[in-house]
């Protein structure tokens, strides 16, 4: 659901701090599954907010 979000710009994902190597190192030592399409886009999501972010930082 917040990648979905994200991926329509209606989620901040500035407070996001948590690395998807270690969310998905958590998981599966948990032995649980996970979709990686929802991961993958969360984490396209997030990698576009951060261009987003340089750029705008680039320009003041």
Do not use: C, F, N, Y
């Not at 701090?17 to 984490?43: F, I, Q, W």
């Amino acid at each position: 659901m917040i990648a979905e979000a994200a991926v329509r710009g209606q989620v901040d994902l500035d407070l996001v701090s948590v690395d998807s190597t270690v969310g998905r190192a958590r998981h599966r030592a948990a032995g649980m599954a996970v979709d990686p399409g929802p991961l993958d886009e969360l984490e396209k999501a997030v990698a576009e907010e951060r261009g987003v972010q340089e750029r705008d930082k680039a320009h003041r």
